[in-house]
């Protein structure tokens, strides 16, 4: 396969690619930084302010949970956005391979680290709103470090800006809160806390959460729905507190972030000790043993004053 000659990296492969665009494996000519190099397939000028957008996010916040950007340079008509590049699977692909347990142990420590990065992305002035956190999103290295990814709807929260209808269809509905398919509504902090929720019900159930307007026109609520599956009655209603219709009814990110159940420590199986015997003990004398006795010393007394012996 003929890969493009961009100026100043060797093109190595294909890291993936869609129908609108693909992710290259490269490496720099002269510092020899493994990257990987994101652009689009289609010429498409919405798609084109996405991947420009994510480039604007990424270029000025840095956190160990974040892709580093290194730059984006336009070749042959097309833009290319440069990043490092980490062996990684997302986290659909790892929850696919985990067992249940181990989603609900070693998820949760997943969670914390999202959350973090959420709320140092919700901290920037303005806040960053994500409006695109799932699973494939996110990236689970071997050491269990996490990278947030994919910023290309990401936004500033700025002066109530309605959202746009279906954000044109880039969010996923699985995991996408209701407020993102309306012109009357504004994306923040509370939508990206709605996918988060979405997202754990995937990671504890092992299956994506029905989309938001799925369950509001079926009246389904994924805490029942969980319940339902047999996970855990914490897991279930934290779930349920971020996937609330309504974004004032959601939980707070750093609510979220102290309810996350911690793992069960394992039952111990120890008998405990047999209560301590009784220390034996002379049995003491009873008051009628005494004066059986004295009765026969009398009775043995006056047989000798009156049978004198001979």
């Known amino acids: 396969m003929e890969y493009p000659n961009l100026p100043g990296y060797e093109i190595t492969g294909i890291v993936g690619q869609g129908a609108m665009g693909c992710v290259y494996r490269g490496r720099h000519r002269e510092d020899g930084q493994d990257v990987a190099i994101k652009t689009l397939l289609v010429d498409d000028p919405s798609l084109q302010r996405a991947l420009a957008n994510e480039w604007e996010v990424l270029s000025r916040v840095e956190h160990p949970y974040l892709i580093n950007e290194r730059e984006i340079l336009e070749y042959g008509g097309r833009a290319y956005l440069v990043m490092e590049y980490v062996q990684s699977q997302t986290l659909t692909r790892w929850i696919e391979a985990a067992s249940p347990r181990q989603r609900m142990e070693e998820g949760g420590q997943i969670l914390e680290k999202l ?95 029905m989309a938001a307007i799925d369950m509001l026109t079926g009246s389904k609520d994924p805490e029942q729905m969980l319940l339902a599956l047999g996970i855990d009655q914490d897991w279930a209603e934290l779930v349920g507190a971020a996937m609330r219709s309504k974004p004032n009814q959601r939980v707070s990110l750093p609510t979220f972030r102290v309810r996350i159940p911690k793992p069960k420590a394992p039952s111990e199986n120890v008998v405990p000790p047999p209560p301590p015997l009784p220390s034996p003990r002379a049995a003491a004398p009873s008051s009628s043993g005494l004066v059986g006795w004295l009765v026969l010393a009398l009775v043995l007394l006056a047989i000798t004053l009156f049978f004198p012996l001979k």
């Open 115 to 209: 959350c973090e990065v959420l709320a140092y992305l919700h901290a920037q002035n303005p806040p960053v709103i994500v409006r695109d956190l799932k699973p494939d999103n996110i990236l689970v290295l071997p050491d269990g470090t996490i990278k947030l990814i994919d910023f290309g709807i990401a936004r500033a929260l700025e002066g109530g800006a309605k959202t746009e209808v279906a954000l044109k269809g880039f969010a996923s509905a699985n995991y996408a809160p209701l407020e993102q398919y309306s012109t009357n509504a504004t994306t923040g902090i509370a939508s990206d806390v709605y996918s988060l929720g979405a997202t754990t019900y995937h990671l504890v159930s092992g299956q994506a959460p």
